[in-house]
């Protein structure tokens, strides 16, 4: 196994099929513990994957299906124009005018990850970024940005480039008035990503309820993003929960 600062590196693929199915059961397991941390809401939300031989196609939830039922074969691959080439179901097409844009601004990113999660869609309505309050929010010192234009529901394509170019470089981008988004170069650091984005929107949430938190230092908060804000961090974090969603869930592969 390969490592990097005493943590294993993602695997490597001797077949483009092995390296897709890697990628759909990861896909399938980000949306079974979605469903178990309660980031489902009706029919809202999407993780998508780029596909590893096609990277003009994604792989992304059929919509309306549950995140906590949602197994391999249910997954559909649509081209970027939204036109659903494998798998059966309809396609999200808030789904498509995101994603495809996120994936086309950024062709480094495997996967990208939006749900209305309570904490997220709740410190949206600030129009403000997080702040270095913890060790964790450090993930994102400096790598998550603002997208301050909600018009409603995506639909517009157009309005999706525009949250790709807000996106730019970072992991994360707030949708103000919607939600999060996070992509990674794995479909497990995009999870990772999301799940801990939540989790420190909760934390300054209850932080700020009951007094103003001292931040962290910029010069250690920036050593500390260097620590525990890598890909690898993100890929290597999510494993545990990938291992406990399989092992409670293993039809998930089906």
């Known amino acids: 196994m390969l490592l990097k600062n005493n943590r294993p590196l993602p695997p490597t693929f001797e077949t483009v099929e092995e390296e897709r199915r890697h990628r759909l059961e990861r896909l399938a397991g980000a949306f079974r513990l979605f469903s178990k941390f309660g980031f489902d809401d009706g029919v809202a939300g999407h993780i ?7 990277p003009d196609r994604l792989w992304v939830n059929p919509f309306g299906k549950h995140f906590g039922k949602i197994k391999v074969s249910d997954l559909i691959m649509v081209t970027h124009d939204g036109e659903i080439v494998h798998g059966n179901g309809r396609l999200n097409r808030a789904a498509f005018a995101i994603h495809s844009s996120v994936h086309k601004a950024r062709p ?3 996967a990208a990850a939006h749900s209305h999660s309570v904490y997220g869609k ?4 600030l129009g403000r970024l997080l702040d270095p309050i ?3 929010s450090c993930r994102f010192y400096q790598d998550h940005a603002l997208f301050n234009d909600y018009t409603g529901e995506v639909l517009d394509p157009e309005e999706g480039v525009r949250i790709g170019r807000a996106l730019g470089n970072k992991k994360a981008v707030i949708l103000q008035n919607h939600g999060l988004l996070t992509v990674g170069h794995t479909v497990d650091s995009a999870a990772w990503w999301f799940i801990a984005m939540e989790r420190t929107c909760q934390s300054q949430i209850l932080a700020e309820s009951v007094g103003k938190p001292i931040l962290i230092r910029p010069d250690v908060a920036e050593i500390t993003h260097s620590q525990v804000g890598t890909e690898q961090a993100g890929w290597f974090a999510f494993q545990p929960l990938y291992e406990r969603i399989i092992g409670e869930q293993p039809d998930l592969v089906d």
């Open 122 to 125: 709740t410190w949206s309505t």
């Open 48 to 54: 998508t994957a780029r596909d590893p031989e096609y």
């Open 108 to 110: 480094d990113v495997v």
């Open 134 to 136: 913890t060790q964790d």
